[in-house]
């Protein structure tokens, strides 16, 4: 191609002024790479604004860019190294005895196989008498984050009768930092569901674009996410999908959940273990790229930053309590929830299985990142003179080689 004979100080030069090109010019060299981020009229602003390069970048609806950067990673032998062990009594009424690291560690509630895979489990050996609370953990990490991207890669989630799981994050002084619940499931459930629990005055806007479902409770939608009433049940959505949760998502080998959470909104998307998608495998995760989520909590009608801020990750198994116990008698589950928890074998099922948990940070661009209206042309074309120079050396080898 004609390239492969320009230096790569012409190409540079050339590079740069395409962006203030007019669109009758520009777009033909725009069709060779397309991947370029470019801004259309108006009517077309946002949803380019959310579009992604080959490099990772995302959009802000403002016009910022943005990459996701890694923060943390939570795998292998040293998972366990920044977690507490919660032994307070449930404070969801569990009928649990959350046990301390020791105790887990010399039970084998928690432990990390040869292969790096990460367990956490309920007690499956211990016959107990009616009325007697289960051993099982639940671990607290002793990094808070303010935003980020969570990506929970698992083989298996606890599920069974009488099993309340949840792997979610939490601010201090309840709910006025809000509770972000990522999955969650009781039961027979093959459905996961994604909740909210804030302070007065956060509402989920059910005109925001999402695939899952907002249930309703006598024909009224669960999109006030006050925890202060309607006994603390927030706003939730369940996923679409039977294999969101339960054996089905086990059966096809677990998969990815990941949780957005920034200014714009609050997001959770879930990927059978045969789509994730490629770009979470190399780390460069792009969430604009993903489609719509399971779930979105935006800030049209919360304002993110007020009511969600400083959250745990908190992975848990209780059994029975206020939603588990409640909900006992409507299952397709035998006998009652005190009488399941007796047997020790209907708790094989109790375990997580997890690959690795990775946290990442939102890195602006370019400074703020933001597009300001000297960075575009009359034409609706994006400056490229304005992009950090990083991506510019990125795109001038991607088109020479």
Not at 237 to 258: C, I, K
Not at 364 to 370: I, S
């Amino acid at each position: 191609m004609i390239y492969d004979a320009l230096p790569l100080s012409l190409l540079a030069i050339i590079f740069l002024f395409f962006g203030a090109l007019p669109g009758a010019v520009a777009d033909p060299l725009a069709s060779r790479i397309d991947w370029l981020p470019r801004f259309r009229p108006s009517t077309h602003f946002v949803d380019l604004q959310q579009r992604t390069t080959r490099s990772g970048i995302n959009y802000n609806p403002n016009g910022s860019a943005f990459v996701w950067l890694q923060q943390d990673e939570y795998s292998g032998k040293t998972f366990f190294d920044k977690w507490t062990y919660f032994t307070d009594p449930d404070p969801t009424q569990g009928h649990v005895n959350y046990v301390n690291q020791s105790t887990a560690i010399a039970k084998n509630y928690t432990y990390v196989q040869a292969d790096g895979t990460v367990i956490m489990k309920a007690d499956n050996t211990s016959t107990l008498p009616l009325g007697a609370y289960r051993d099982s953990v639940r671990i607290t990490s002793t990094t808070k984050y303010n935003t980020g991207l969570f990506i929970l890669d698992l083989n298996r989630a606890p599920w069974g009768c009488a099993i309340w799981p949840a792997f979610w994050t939490v601010g201090d002084n309840w709910p006025a930092n809000g509770e972000i619940d990522i999955l969650e499931g009781v039961h027979d459930n093959e459905h996961n569901q994604i909740a909210w629990h804030t302070n007065p005055g956060c509402l989920l806007d059910p005109n925001a674009i999402f695939t899952g479902t907002i249930p309703n409770d006598s024909g009224v939608n669960r999109t006030n996410c006050d925890a202060n009433v309607d006994s603390n049940s927030g706003c939730d959505v369940v996923e679409w999908s039977r294999a969101s949760y339960g054996p089905y998502f086990e059966a096809q080998g677990g998969g990815v959940l990941a949780m957005k959470w920034d200014e714009n909104d609050i997001s959770v998307w879930s990927f059978f273990r045969a789509a994730i998608p490629a770009d979470v495998a190399a780390g460069t995760p792009s969430p604009a790229s993903w489609g719509p989520p399971s779930a979105m909590l935006k800030n049209t009608q919360c304002n993110i930053t007020t009511y969600f801020a400083w959250h745990s990750i908190v992975f848990d198994i209780t059994f029975c309590g206020e939603w588990a116990g409640n909900s006992y008698a409507t299952t397709n589950c035998p006998g009652t929830c005190d009488e399941r928890l007796m047997d020790p074998t209907n708790f094989d099922n109790a375990t997580w299985s997890i690959n690795s948990l990775k946290v990442y940070r939102k890195q602006l661009l370019a400074g703020n990142g933001t597009l300001t209206a000297a960075a575009r042309t009359t034409s609706g074309t994006l400056n490229i003179s304005k992009i950090v120079l990083p991506v510019l050396v990125m795109a001038l080898l991607s088109i020479v080689w």
